[in-house]
């Protein structure tokens, strides 16, 4: 087990609307999410002393922003990342670590954007690493992700059909899902119909993009009894990469991600297996990359994730639900701290607030999106480059 | 064709940059544990020898992987839709394997194991590689 395991817990969570378009500052939005997780936390600005955050091309704000906008006085430690999407379970895991080293005691994660109405670019220059991608025309996403799921798909026959399977399942659980932008049904023949954008990749197979603003509290476990919902433990956590961007020329198999190794770990930092989780929020910038994520994570076994979805698996009843909450391919494009929100809305004793219960949770899926017996989660970030084990107890 | 951003070449990779302009492709072999390595650097990332001879390459490869560009996306390849990014092995470098268009059509007759061979295309300061099915 790690050191750190059980002695920090999720005791908040806020997020900003999500929309095309929000005409106010990143700042702004990024206040208002983290006032709302401090205040979810029933805590207060006075009991925040860390600042974490991360952000894409510099999209965001600095910490020492934040701290200025909330009034903290007493800021002990600030954590800014430049690694995006990959580094979302890293962003928790660094505050969670800031508290273990008693540095911190209660640190606010947050990820705020207008990833939409304000895109920033990467350089129009190529150097450095970008001179081996750039000159090739590789300025999408989905270009640089695109070669992993193809090899995928020629190794182990997954297919634009069931890509449309998984993209047809998330958009059912947003749907449940009050904050997500993306609620209209999608059929199977809607995901077929959508036009190709970088081949393997439709449009419904590529995520949102979107403005908003998610933050989350984290604290120390023993001190988390006294905030409002309690603790969500965080029992295993990992952070690593493989050294090349996206694997890309890495030697191995294009077929297989960071996940794969980072999973050993970050199941033996938790002295659990695949089969201890009960629901996964997986990064999905697009459906093939979110299906080799399954892979990598042992819920799945290689080249079997399409099967698995398609037989209903990661349902909402499913043995593994999920993406619950609809993910970046219906909920918003927050960068993957939704998901860090949406596990600890499953695993908090009162459930989901979210959805369209209007009391108890029945998990009637008309308008319930609680899990049942949620109690292990597992959250990963980009290629599974960052991952966590959050769960309702010890 | 409308103009791709061109590459910057630095300390470690002008001697391919060069290569390219001379019309071969090349990669460092490491003199102490004689493993090529990708991208160019100062030290063995095996070994951790400090220098790497450069080594001129046939220039053949085979296409591990691709992706095909149906909507332009960047500025510089809009003339090209639909056009191809492939990850190629490159003969003669075991485990080098670099990013290039395929110049292919229809674009879509692209395959995972074809054989492709290198062209340069000069740009004016910089000669791209790019590649061919053979």
């Known amino acids: 087990m790690q050191t750190i395991s059980n002695r920090t817990a999720v005791t908040g969570i ?59 006085e007493d800021c002990s430690f600030q954590v800014l990342s430049a690694l995006g999407g990959g580094w979302a379970c890293a962003a928790v895991a660094s505050a969670a670590m800031a508290i273990h080293a008693g540095v911190c005691k209660n640190v606010l994660v947050f990820r705020a954007m207008k990833g939409n109405s304000e895109r920033t ?86 995520c949102l993009r979107s403005d908003g603003a998610v933050a989350i509290v984290v604290s120390a476990a023993d001190r988390a009894q006294d905030t409002r919902h309690g603790p969500v433990y965080i029992r295993s956590m990992m952070g690593g990469t493989l050294g090349h961007q996206h694997g890309t020329l890495h030697a191995d198999g294009l077929w297989q991600l960071y996940a794969k190794r980072a999973a050993q ?33 042992g819920l799945a076994s290689e080249g079997e994730a399409a099967a698995r979805v398609r037989a209903g698996d990661t349902g909402l009843d499913g043995a ?28 908090r004793p009162g459930g989901v607030i979210d959805d369209f219960c209007e009391h108890d949770h029945d998990h009637d899926r008309a308008h319930c999106r609680q899990v049942r017996d949620a109690k292990v989660g597992l959250v990963c970030g980009e290629c599974g480059d960052s991952s966590l084990i959050l769960t309702s107890g010890l | 064709m409308s103009a791709p951003t061109l590459p910057n070449p ?15 492709l090349s990669a460092q072999k490491c003199p102490s544990c004689e493993r090529f390595r990708w991208p160019p650097s100062e030290f063995c990332p095996f070994c951790h020898h400090h220098g790497g001879d450069w080594t001129t390459l046939p220039g053949t490869g085979t296409i591990r992987s691709f992706v095909i560009v149906d909507r332009a996306f960047d500025p510089g390849f809009v003339d090209r839709v639909p056009y191809v990014v492939a990850h190629i092995a490159l003969d003669g470098a075991d485990g080098v394997n670099i990013i290039s268009n395929v110049l292919i059509e229809p674009a879509d007759a692209v395959a995972i194991g074809q054989r492709v061979m290198v062209e340069f295309v000069d740009t004016g300061t910089i000669a791209l590689p790019q590649f061919r099915p053979v």
């Open chain 1, 265 to 297: 770990k970050l199941y033996a930092g938790a002295d659990m297996t695949p089969a201890d989780i009960d629901f996964a929020e997986l990064y999905d910038p697009f459906t093939g990359i979110c299906l080799m994520h399954m892979e990598g994570f």
């Open chain 1, 320 to 347: 593994i639900p999920m993406n619950t909450h609809g993910g970046l391919l219906s909920e918003a494009y927050n960068h993957g701290l939704g998901h860090v929100v949406e596990a600890v809305q499953q695993l």
């Open chain 1, 121 to 206: 670019g990467p350089a129009k220059i190529a150097a450095g690493e970008d001179q081996w991608a750039k000159p090739f025309g590789i300025s999408h996403a989905a270009a640089r992700f695109g070669p992993h799921v193809t090899a995928h798909m020629d190794r182990y026959g997954t297919s634009s059909l069931d890509f449309a399977h998984l993209a047809v399942s998330q958009r059912d659980h947003a749907r449940l899902n009050r904050k997500a932008m993306m609620t209209s049904p999608m059929t199977i023949a809607d995901h077929q119909a959508s036009p190709w954008l970088i081949h393997p990749f439709r449009l419904f197979d590529c």
């Open chain 2, 10 to 24: 630095d300390a470690d990779s002008l001697p391919f940059w060069d290569g390219c302009r001379a019309g071969y």
């Open chain 1, 14 to 72: 806020g997020w900003t609307a999500f929309a095309r378009s929000i005409d106010r500052s990143v700042l702004g939005l990024a206040t208002e999410a983290s006032l709302n997780a401090i205040n979810d936390a029933g805590l207060t600005t006075a009991d925040i002393d860390g600042v974490v955050t991360y952000f894409h091309n510099q999209d965001s704000i600095a910490p020492r922003q934040l701290v200025q906008a909330l009034g903290l």
